[in-house]
C-alpha cells in the first residue's frame, strides 16, 4: 500500500523534522470516571538512565504537576497500550474517521455549574488549559510524534519544554490533524496547540502557572451513507463510491459543501503568595542550600478568559434537509450550483467569557500531610452571540451581515473546600470542594464535590469513594438556534446530576474496578425531532467495570469491562456491555536494548440502538429507529522501542475482512434523496481494514 504526502503537509512534515522536536506522551488508558490502570507492566523508566552500563549518559529529570495538586507524576513510556488510539479512550466512539465527532459509549454527563456554549463533540483532540501538564527538567525535553494510515491519514505532534531557570519552566506543544477518510467528503482538518509556564520562587513564598490553548476543528459533513445496503454489495468495494447524504459533484467530488468548525482560544492565569516558616538546608560541605516552607496562610488569584466560535456553512442547501428547523425553498435546492445571495444557510454562535476569582487559604499539620482549607468569591462575564441574519455569497464570497443577537449574563458565586492529598503510601486522602452561583440568570446553580481514600502501602492499592451534585442551567447552543430563514428558543428547567461512586485499583494484583450510580433529573438532549428537548422524568443509571490483568511469563492477558444498567424509557444510546481483551508477548531483546510487544485486541459492545449524529446542529440525538449489533472490531499490532524510540505498526479494523457493515452511528433522515423519490435514514459505518504506523521520540538534550 503506497501512502502519499502532499502539498503544504509535506513542507510541514519536513519542518518538524529540521525542528528535532516531536509530540506529546500519550498516558497509559484509564479505566471509566478517571480511575488509573496500572495493573498493565511496571512503567519503564529508562528515559532518565540507561538499561545498561555499556550506553552511558547523564542523568536527566523530567517531571510534571496538575493544576491545583502537589502530586508529582513522570511521563509514560510504556509500550503495553502505545497502539492505541489516544482520542477514542477507554470508550470513547467517533464516526469512523481521525478526527470526526466523537460520542462517549459509557455515558458520562457534564460535570458544569457555569453557563457554557454546548459543543462538546471535539472536546477528546482539544487542549484545555485546566488540564495541561506543568513541567519541571534537568535538561531541555523534546518529543516528536507522527502516526500516517491508509486513506492519507496524518497525525504529527511536537512538544517541547525546559527550565529557564531551576524554578522557572516553559513548555510548547502542537498538534496537527489531517484525515480525508475512505468515504466522500468527510475530511478531518485540526489545529491545536498550547503555551505554558510555571514559576516558584526560591523560597517557596510565591507561585504562579500561565497558559495559553488554541484549538480548532473542522469537519467536512457528508451526511452519512444513505442506503446502509451499499456497504455489503461488490460493486462498493471501494468505499470512495457509496452515495453520501450530502454529496454535490456540482460543487465537489473531494470536499463538502457543509462543515462544523470549532475554534477557541483560552488564557490562564494562577498565582498565590504563601506565608509560613521558611527553612535553609545546607549540603555537606555548605556550597549548596535550599529552602523549605510550612506554609501557614495564602491568597491565591485565578483570571480565566476565553473566546470560542462555531460556524455551520451549507453552500449548497435543500430545502427538505432543514424541514425540522425551517421551512424555505431554495432556488438551487441542494442540485444546481450558486445562487448569488441565497445559497447558504450559514449558523454562526460566539462565546466570550472572563473568570477572576480570590481564594483565602489556611494550612494545618505537617509538611508533605498538611490539611488545606480554602474560600473565596468569583465573578464572571459571560457574552453568547448569534449571529443570524447573515448571507454568504458564494461566488463573490461577500457577508452581508445585520446586528446580531446578543446575550450578557453577569454572575458571582462563592467557592471552598478542604484538600487532603495522599502523597505517601500509607496515608489517607479527602477532600471536599464547593461552588455556589449566588447573583445573576443562574443564581441556585452549584456543584458538590466529596471524596475519600487511601493509598495503600507495598503497592497494594489505592481506594477512593466519593459523591457528586450539580444543578445546572441548559447550555446557550440548546435554548438557541438562529440563522436569516428562523430563530428557534427554548426554556428549560435546571438539570441535576447526583452520583455516588467507589472505585478500588492494585497494581500488586493487577485489578482495578468500582461502581458508579447516577440519578438524573430533568436531563437536556436532543430528542428524536432533533430539536432541544428534556426528559423531565428522574431516572437513575448503574455503571460497573472491572479490569484485570494476567500475567504467564512474558505473557500478559489484559481483560476490560463495563456494565451500563439504563432504564428502558431513559433517553440515552448507550450499550449494556462493553469489553476489551488484549493478548500480548512481551520481552526485551539484545541484553535489554530493543523492548517489544507483539500482540492482538479486541473491542465489543452488545446489540444496542447507537447515537444519531445531527450535522445541522453538531450534536448527537436520541434516536430509536435503527438497532445494531456489530461484529467485535479487531486489531493486531506490534510495538517496540530502542531507549527513547517507540514505534507501532498495526492491522486495525481486522473485522471489516469478514464484514463490511459495521455501523458505528445513524445519520438524520433524508427526504426524497437526490429527486429519487425515497426516504432514507443514513448511517455512518467503520473504515475498511487498514494500516497504521506511527513513532514517538523523545530527545533530551
Known sequence: MKYKVRGNFKKYLSLLCLQFCSGILFAQTTVPNGTNTTGVPAKDTSMNKSNTSKWKEEEAKITYEKLNSSKIYIPDTSLHNFQRNPFTQPWY????????????????????????????????????????????????????????????????????????????????????????????????????????TNYKSLDKHYTLYAAMTYNREQHDENGGIVDANQLSLANYSDRSTI??????????????????????????????????????????????????????FSIAHKMEISTQKHTYNDLTPDSVRYVTLFNKSFINNGSGYYVAGQDSVLTQQKWFYMDNKILLNSFIGKEGRQLKFNAGIGSRYDEFVSVSNVIKDSLPKVYYNSAPDRTTIVSNYLTGGIIKEALQPGQWQYGVNTQFIFSGPDAGNFSLNAAIGKSLKNNLGDFVAGFQQTLNTAPYSYTNYENIDTQLHYTFNKQSVTSLYAALESPLIRLSGGIRDYVIGNYIYINENETAGQYNVPFTITQIWVRKVFKVGNFYLDNELVY???????????????????????????????????GIEVRYNT????????????????????????????????????????????????????????????GTPVINWAGSGYNYIPVYAAPDALIRFGFNWVLVN
Do not use: C
Open 564 to 598: 451500563q444498567q439504563v432504564p428502558a424509557n431513559a433517553p440515552l444510546n448507550v450499550p449494556a456491555l462493553m469489553g476489551r481483551h488484549q493478548l500480548s508477548h512481551e520481552r526485551d531483546l539484545f541484553n535489554h536494548k530493543l523492548k517489544t510487544a507483539i
Open 607 to 666: 446489540a444496542y440502538y447507537p447515537a444519531g449524529y445531527d450535522a445541522l446542529l453538531n450534536k448527537f440525538y436520541y434516536q430509536k429507529s435503527i438497532y445494531v449489533g456489530n461484529f467485535p472490531q479487531g486489531s493486531i499490532y506490534v510495538n517496540f522501542r530502542i531507549k527513547r524510540f517507540r514505534a507501532f505498526v498495526m492491522g486495525d479494523n481486522l473485522q471489516q475482512i469478514f464484514t463490511r457493515n459495521t455501523i458505528l452511528n445513524v
Open 93 to 196: 466512539q467517533d464516526l469512523g474517521n481521525l478526527g470526526s465527532p466523537v460520542n462517549n459509549l459509557l455515558f458520562t454527563p457534564e460535570n458544569r455549574v457555569t453557563p457554557t456554549l454546548g459543543y462538546h463533540i471535539f472536546d477528546t483532540y482539544r487542549f484545555d488549559a485546566d488540564s495541561l501538564n506543568f513541567y519541571n527538567t534537568t535538561r531541555p525535553y523534546s518529543v516528536f510524534g507522527y502516526q500516517l494510515a491508509s486513506k492519507l491519514e496524518q497525525y504529527a505532534s511536537i512538544m517541547h519544554t525546559q527550565n529557564i531557570k531551576p524554578n522557572w519552566n516553559m513548555a510548547f506543544e502542537y498538534r496537527k490533524l489531517y484525515s480525508p477518510g475512505f468515504y466522500k467528503i468527510e475530511r478531518n482538518n485540526d489545529d491545536n496547540a498550547s503555551l505554558s
Open 243 to 296: 452515495d453520501q447524504a450530502y454529496e454535490n459533484n456540482a460543487y465537489s467530488t473531494t470536499r463538502s459543501s457543509v462543515s462544523n468548525v470549532l475554534r477557541d482560544f483560552t488564557f490562564l492565569l494562577q498565582h498565590s503568595y504563601t506565608w509560613g516558616r521558611t527553612d535553609t538546608t545546607y549540603n555537606s560541605d555548605s556550597t549548596q542550600y535550599s529552602y523549605h516552607l510550612k506554609p501557614l
